[in-house]
């Protein structure tokens, strides 16, 4: 089945250790995000690649980085890793930015993410 | 005001009854609407989208959209112990990438 695949799913790093968090497709689909969502809150957006084109938006803090090196293959980047990136990290694709339906998400199973 | 509002719940239901939800809005210019849901530790997994106004079902599941009243629903009829999770509404424009999500309502069916 083509899916959204995040590896690992549950991630322990220690305050101020580089990390780096991954994600596969199989859909072929263009776009490629990263969301952070902590408990009882919805997803928030980091970013997004449209093909090699990088998308951040204005609140992710630099702390944060990704990597697209090809279409099926994005990596999520945190640099100095603090208490409060705890969290669940996820995934997302979709076909396109815009037009019907192809701006519809799906979504990985997340990477959780614990800073000692 | 947010953008999109959902009773975050609890709701508890007794298996086989109706569950019913529900977001409002308040930009008019979304077009597509989408329920996700997400069982505890896991990642959001799509149930079911729907463009503009209208109705959509899917087994057990049926999505409504009313864009005069900016309002969607979500039923799940004969609803079983495995629909426990917390149900996500979402919306975006057309032309737009960034969804803007509900807050999550989450369901518990009891056995």
């Known amino acids: 089945d083509a899916m959204v695949i995040q590896n690992p799913r549950y991630q322990v790093t220690q305050f101020g250790k580089p990390v780096t968090l991954s994600c596969s497709q199989t859909l072929n689909h263009n776009v490629m995000y990263w969301y952070q969502q902590k408990s009882s809150q919805a997803p928030k957006l980091l970013f997004h690649y449209y093909d090699k084109d990088f998308n951040n938006e204005a609140d992710t803090p630099d702390n944060f980085q990704s990597r697209r090196p090809n279409t099926s293959f994005c990596f999520l980047d945190i640099r100095s890793p603090g208490l409060g990136d705890a969290a669940m990290y996820l995934c997302a694709t979709s076909r396109e930015t815009s037009g019907r339906g192809g701006n519809i998400q799906y979504f990985g199973a997340g990477t959780r993410l614990s800073v000692l | 005001q947010k953008e999109v509002e959902q009773d975050p719940g609890p709701l508890s239901v007794p298996e086989g009854a109706i569950v019913s939800l529900n977001c409002t809005y308040s930009?008019?210019?979304?077009?597509?609407f989408m329920w996700y849901r997400q069982y505890s530790r896991k990642g959001p997994e799509l149930l079911m989208y729907t463009y503009s106004s209208g109705n959509k079902e899917d087994g057990r599941f049926t999505a409504q959209v009313d864009k005069s009243s900016k309002y969607i629903s979500l039923f799940i009829r004969d609803s079983q112990p495995s629909d426990s999770a917390t149900y996500l509404c979402?919306?975006?424009?057309?032309?737009?990438?960034?969804?803007?999500f509900g807050a999550g309502t989450t369901v518990t069916v009891r056995a």
């Open positions: 979402a919306m975006t424009r057309s032309n737009d990438y960034k969804l803007s």
């Open positions: 930009n008019s210019a979304f077009q597509y």
